[in-house]
């Protein structure tokens, strides 16, 4: 019943069989996304962010926008002050994070060449995963704390944690330093 509908609202909408944008609303989307500040490597992401959106809206049974061109437009266009929104998030909490160092490094060499180590295994996490090892390690914030600040669920921040502490290990092991 559901394949029906979103069907019947890829009609609605006037869309391909597979894709409800066409090249036209895509490069349209991309162009928004690019002037809106969005990075290259991010513009797949944003593009598909739309189509999301767009057979959600088909699925969900509400009626086609009139301008499927402009109503794309527009969501791109939200999306890029999301990405910024974020961007500016994150670089906040580095900042807080980077007050949060101590001033004098390590003196010992063991030391140095873990905390290297250990930084060079952070630089391979996701950035999701390497955030909640920082927050929870290095700031020493309780999961709780994290996830209200990041707001998620608790859960997904256990789950990170303990994806990127295995994913750690793993490289510290091959790495031979532990």
């Known amino acids: ?19 409800p944008l066409d090249a036209a609303q895509e490069r349209r989307v991309r162009a928004v996304l690019a002037l809106g500040g969005v990075p290259q490597t991010d513009l797949p992401d944003g593009v598909q962010q739309v189509r999301l ?19 794309a437009a527009v969501v791109a266009s939200n999306l890029a002050m999301d ?10 909490l ?7 160092r101590p001033a004098e490094p390590p003196a010992d060499e063991e030391t140095r060449l873990l905390s290297l180590a250990v930084a060079r295994g952070l630089d391979g996490l996701p950035d999701a995963q390497r955030q909640v090892v920082v927050l929870r390690f290095y700031a020493d914030l309780p999961v709780r ?8 669920p608790e859960g997904t921040v256990k789950s990170r944690l303990h994806t990127a502490v295995r994913a750690l290990r793993a490289r510290l092991h091959e790495d031979e330093v532990v």
């Not at 767009?54 to 061109?69: F, W, Y």
């Not at 990405?83 to 906040?92: G, I, L, T, V």
């Not at 580095?94 to 949060?100: D, F, K, N, T």
């Open 1 to 19: 019943m559901l394949r029906g509908r979103i069907r019947r609202g890829r009609q609605a909408y006037g869309a391909a069989e597979d894709d």
């Open 53 to 71: 959106r767009l057979l959600e809206r088909a699925a969900s049974g509400q009626d086609a926008p009139r301008d499927v061109s402009a109503w």
């Open 83 to 92: 990405w910024h929104r974020a961007k500016r998030r994150q670089e906040r």
């Open 94 to 100: 580095g900042e807080r994070l980077a007050a949060l």
């Open 145 to 152: 704390s994290i996830a209200e600040q990041l707001g998620v």
